[in-house]
């Protein structure tokens, strides 16, 4: 089974992708919403999250452990292996491969900052998550553009992801059926981009 | 003056398999409809480059020139394609040729596709029907089947997709679109079908379908308009099957 690892690893590595990582994705996103219902609401739903049980196990075993393992494997997927080449060949898809790369990298250094400030820091007992510190945090325009370009590039990877995971698994096979998911894609992007991004400025500027 | 009309081509070159690469211009007489292999075999009879300096003529490989037999691929103007079927009038001046750099380098414009064979053995690209006694006709084919399965045969082992690809490098050891492709044909066979989980665990090899990235070049710039991705959408589907299968067990793994 040894000269079968690659395949293993590249399947389960998009996988992972979608089950578990992007359906965190959508639930956090979604669960974050709640500040733009005001201050108390964001600090409910947090508390509620935050006060499940067995949550360092529910967190390591459905965000820590599948994302770093998608991160690595995808470090080398996305630096070391492709030769890019949209200059001579500027087809759409060779755009979105590339993007996809390039996205993945930035959302791998966003993310690493995000758990530093929301996790880490936390863990260290410097702060507390809750509305405050997403406020004081989104508050400084950079860290507010930061995060904007974290979080449209995560919607994005996640989007064409899910298109790469549907060729992957050979759930969509006609061209016409990956052109249609293209198309599907895209609004997923756009709907949960709104969703990242309306909770940001709720924070960054109250409105 | 038509008769003064000159073409200019760019060319990249190289002496030996580990020599160095370096750049020679040509100007050669313009004729009416020349392609590019028109435009080599003038520099053959002629070998005087743009500086008027006598040098050796550019090697390169022909076969047909209709387009069938895929020695001729070249990058041309940045673009892999069959040198037979470029015209010089549809090309931006100077044009470009160079070597496709997935491969390695034989000598100027020559390459070595052998990778590409081995990659047809990795797959088992072939029907095994020899035996000690006559086996007797094989099954039918559905004619419907025989329509798509017949596009995939058109594959001339050009190498253009693999130069399309960016996960065909050497920092890769993905299989490439073409022998994926050749899986399927060989798989959708009544009688290779027999023989099927053969091919499929061959793709499942280390560097075997897992290196596709979705890039999709492949399909646009496939000289014989062969559905690429769709057969390697196809495999996907196909290998992660034959993984269930191997894993959980099943009567049908064959």
Known sequence: ?207 | MAEDKTVTFIITRQDSPDGTPYEETFNIPYRKNMNVISGLMEIQKNPVNANGEQTTPVHWEMNCLEEVCGACSMVINGTARQSCATLIDELEQPIRLAPMSTFPIVRDLIVDREQMFDALKQVKAWIPIDGTHDLGPGPRMPEKKRQWAYELSKCMTCGVCLEACPNVNDKSDFIGPAALSQARLFNAHPTGEMNKSERLEGLMEDGGITGCGNAQNCVQVCPKGIPLTTSIAAMNRATNIQAFKNFFGSDNAH
């Open chain 1, 1 to 207: 089974m040894a000269e079968r690892q690659e395949f293993f690893n590249r399947r389960l590595h998009s996988l992972l992708g979608v089950v578990p990582i992007g359906i965190f994705l959508i639930q956090h996103l979604v669960v974050n919403h709640f500040a733009v219902y005001g201050e108390g609401s964001f600090n409910k739903a947090a508390g509620f999250m935050e006060d499940l049980p067995f949550r360092l196990v529910l967190e390591t075993v459905v965000i820590y452990l599948p994302i770093l393992f998608h991160a690595i494997l995808g470090v080398y997927i996305a630096i070391w292996i492709p030769k890019n080449n949209v200059g001579h060949y500027s087809f759409l898809r060779n755009w979105l491969f590339y993007i996809q790369r390039f996205t993945g990298i930035i959302t791998l250094i966003f993310i690493a900052w995000h758990v530093w400030q929301t996790r880490v820091q936390v863990a260290l007992g410097n702060v507390d998550v809750n509305y405050q510190l997403m406020q004081d945090i989104l508050s400084s325009t950079g860290m507010f553009w930061f995060y904007m370009i974290g979080v449209i590039s995560t919607t994005f990877h996640f989007a064409n992801g899910l298109w790469g995971f549907s060729v992957t698994w050979g759930i969509t096979q006609s061209p016409k059926s990956q052109k249609i998911l293209t198309y599907v894609t895209l609004v997923v992007f756009l709907a949960i981009s709104y969703i990242g991004v309306r909770t940001l400025i709720q924070f960054a500027y109250g409105v």
